[in-house]
């Protein structure tokens, strides 16, 4: 199965997490394995790459972090998007929009 290069997808990242944070707060590894599974295994984020997204992100407005005792006891941060991350997601859905139909013109079909 043919992954896809972090190289390529690297600039929407953000949007990818921005997306599953959308409905709920969520942690690191269940946004990592949601990203794996949405892809079917084609896209595995890298641990760093994440948790310099979330860095990024929460430096800039998008996200906010919390703790939150998980069942077994062990204390979890957990990723919540701001208002201004909901905006800057929308921004960056419009972004690919334009993306996609300008690379879509080099593709042969």
Do not use: H
């Not at 690297?10 to 997306?19: A, K, P, S």
């Not at 794996?36 to 998008?62: H, P, Q, W």
């Not at 701001?82 to 859905?93: I, W």
Request: net charge neutral; proline share 1%.
């Amino acid at each position: 199965m043919t992954e896809i290069s972090s190289d390529v997808i690297r600039g929407y990242n953000d949007t990818i997490i921005l997306y599953l944070l959308l409905d709920k707060p969520s942690y690191g590894y269940e946004i990592s394995k949601q990203i794996r599974d949405m892809s079917n295994g084609k896209y595995v984020i890298k641990e760093t790459t994440l948790y310099s997204a979330f860095t990024r992100m929460g430096k800039n407005g998008f996200i906010e972090s919390f703790y939150q005792n998980a069942e077994n006891g062990k204390r979890r941060t957990y990723y919540q998007i701001t208002d201004q991350g909901r905006e800057y997601y929308r921004m960056k859905c419009e972004e690919w929009k334009l993306t996609k139909e300008v690379i879509e013109s080099f593709i042969s079909q």
